[in-house]
């Protein structure tokens, strides 16, 4: 990191049960991930100084360190949607880079899926109708709208196809079918994905996110205890966040994510480019998130993505840039704000703990650089993580 004088590394990455977890509260897989994380790094919990988390009650950071029995004196609870834990890891960082703190945690659970089955909550996802959302509230804009609008824009602007879009549910599906613990596995064709009941045109039901219960978790820690820990340090080398828009009509262009500032910044911070990535974990609650983000992070020019994912391009199984490795939002898990499963996928596959689903660097050998990159509300924010092992 280029901010203060220490480096600083991820020695902790875990994930508690997810999928289908009716006998857990949110707080329980929160506590469950950490000490699995906590586990992983071979930390104990007395090191830990600093608390990150977001999405429970109204003092979430406050709640969750009380909860796992933490008294913190750097907290965060940043809240810009899926793209939090990547702006999170970023401030951490900074953090611990400044001296402000030590090791961090990241913690994060939700039984979304869960409290629909059990109504507690409905199915319907809303950010209310204050503020500036109060004058697109009365046009009835739904989150998954607003999404499928932008992929209808790229299509008519660039040519890009639905065809093209199956793909990506489709190569996820394959990735997820290599990973264990993914919540569907069973493959489909973009016949599949076309013939299902329509959600927002363009998109049918396998373009969008599943909905799961689930938590994550990840250590960020100072350099000087890297070498007293369990497992490989994976470092970060540069971050990038950015903030675009709140209301559709301050949205410049429908075809361009935040990430493309936030992936520049990050790159750039990192000194490395794009083409240098062994692979990205990519938020996608729908299709065209994936696309577009590719295209804004640089793997390909703005309006290729349609052609970009085609032939197997993002497959763990020996895909040219194998994307969202162990499924996604789309096949694997997505208790919504997923954007601290990418940072763990990140950190297994670095380390080589890949299993069926590891990638391999062009060389054949481990990977040694990776890219999370994390969207917030309906491509309101991004946060951009570049990470590397030794």
């Known amino acids: 990191m280029t901010v203060g004088s220490r480096r600083v590394a991820v020695v902790g990455a875990a994930l508690s049960d997810c999928g289908r977890v009716d006998d857990a509260t949110p707080y329980a897989l929160h506590a469950q991930a950490a000490r699995r994380a906590l586990a992983d790094a071979g930390i104990g919990r007395e090191l830990v100084d600093g608390v990150a988390s977001t999405g429970t009650g109204t003092l979430a950071p406050a709640e969750i360190a009380e909860y796992l029995g933490l008294r913190p004196t750097w907290v965060d609870s940043t809240s810009v949607g899926g793209a939090t834990w990547e ?215 703005k309006g290729e993505g349609g052609a970009f994912v085609e032939k197997g391009r993002l497959r763990a199984d020996g895909g040219e840039l194998p994307v969202n490795t162990d499924g996604g939002g789309l096949s694997a898990q997505h208790p919504g704000m997923r954007g601290l499963f990418l940072l763990v996928e990140a950190v297994r596959q670095l380390r080589g703990e890949g299993g069926a689903r590891q990638v391999r660097a062009r060389d054949g050998g481990l990977p040694r650089l990776g890219v999370a990159s994390g969207t917030g509300g309906w491509f309101c924010s991004s946060g951009t993580v570049v990470l590397g092992r030794e």
């Not at 935040?258 to 000194?271: I, K, M």
């Open 87 to 301: 702006v999170m890891a970023a401030h951490a960082a900074d953090a611990i880079a400044a001296g402000h703190a030590n090791v961090v945690l990241l913690a994060y659970g939700s039984t979304a899926r869960a409290d629909v089955r059990a109504g507690r909550r409905t199915g319907t996802f809303a950010f209310g109708g204050r503020g500036p959302l109060q004058f697109e509230v009365p046009y009835g804009h739904t989150l998954i709208a607003k999404y499928a609008m932008a992929a209808r824009r790229h299509m008519i602007q660039y040519g890009t196809t639905i065809e093209q879009l199956a793909e990506v549910a489709v190569q996820a599906r394959a990735n997820a079918a290599l990973n264990p613990e993914a919540m569907f596995r069973d493959p489909v064709t973009v016949d599949d994905v076309l013939a299902g009941p329509m959600i927002a045109d363009p998109f049918t039901k396998l373009h969008c996110c599943l909905r799961s219960d689930g938590g994550a978790a990840i250590l960020l820690a100072a350099e000087e205890y890297v070498q007293g820990c369990r497992s490989a340090p994976v470092w970060i080398l540069g971050t990038g966040e950015h903030v675009s828009h709140a209301s559709l009509t301050e949205w410049e262009d429908f075809t361009v994510s935040p990430a493309a500032v936030s992936g520049r910044l990050a790159f750039e911070r990192a000194g490395l480019r794009p083409q240098e990535m062994d692979f990205a974990e990519i938020y996608d609650a729908f299709t065209y998130m994936t696309l577009v983000t590719l295209e804004d992070l640089g793997f390909c020019e």
